[in-house]
T-cell receptor
């Protein structure tokens, strides 16, 4: 596609529920990144994929968060037993290998609200 | 580990006046530096980047930034701002010898006053 697509754009869920957030990167981009942006804060790094494998998952806050990219394209961020503190905008970005040199292309984000 | 500090959470400036948004970074190795902009209700866009070479970097929309290694700074400047520059600006850093992840600062909201 022309840009990075994230679905849904908004998600409201009850505390304790499971959610999946989807990211469809730009076709051909090998690197994919997930960030979380809380109100009034900058994007916080969560995880980075190079192809199908997670190259760096050091930003995942705890074992309730998990992300996959099984075919090296679409990625899904999965959050189990959601908590109110998980409420944030979840951003996905993609790039060619060596992304920082070219710059990331960000999606518009998924706004997650846990009630 | 690398980190970024943006001391000013908000900067008000009159239209057509100059502006400087401050950014300091912390890293023990060489770095790549970036400024991203987020316009209201839009996604993050790359404004400019420093990878190597000239320490003065020019970006889109008339913005420029200067890399100062001794002061570990990468301040963003524009000589004359417009209402359309109203946005949140994020400084970001990536360590030169590590993987590609970029670490962002907390952002500076630029308010343009008429």
């Amino acid at each position: 596609g022309a840009g990075v697509s994230q679905t849904p754009s908004n998600k409201v869920t009850e505390k304790g529920k499971y959610v999946e957030l989807r990211c469809d990167p730009i076709s051909g981009h090998t690197a994919l990144y997930w960030y979380r942006q809380s109100l009034g804060q900058g994007p916080e790094f969560l995880i980075y994929f190079q192809g199908t494998g997670a190259a760096d998952d050091s930003g995942l806050p705890n074992d309730r968060f998990f992300a996959v990219r099984p075919e090296g394209s679409v990625s899904t961020l999965k959050i189990q037993r959601t908590e109110r503190g998980d409420s944030a905008v979840y951003l996905c970005a993609s790039s060619w290998t060596g992304g920082r040199v070219y710059g990331y292309t960000f999606g518009s984000g998924t706004r997650l609200t846990v009630v | 580990a690398q980190s970024v500090t943006q001391l000013d959470s908000q900067v008000p400036v009159f239209e057509e006046a100059p502006v400087e948004l401050r950014c300091n970074y912390s890293s023990s190795v060489s770095v790549y530096l970036f400024w991203y902009v987020q316009y209201p209700n839009q996604g993050l866009q790359l404004l400019l980047k420093y990878l190597s070479g000239s320490t003065l970097v020019k970006g889109i929309n008339g913005f420029e930034a200067e890399f100062n290694k001794s002061q570990t700074s990468f301040h963003l400047r524009k000589p004359s701002v417009h209402i359309s520059d109203t946005a949140e600006y994020f400084c970001a850093v990536s360590e030169g010898d590590r993987d590609d992840k970029i670490i962002f600062g907390k952002g500076t909201r630029l308010h343009i006053l008429p």
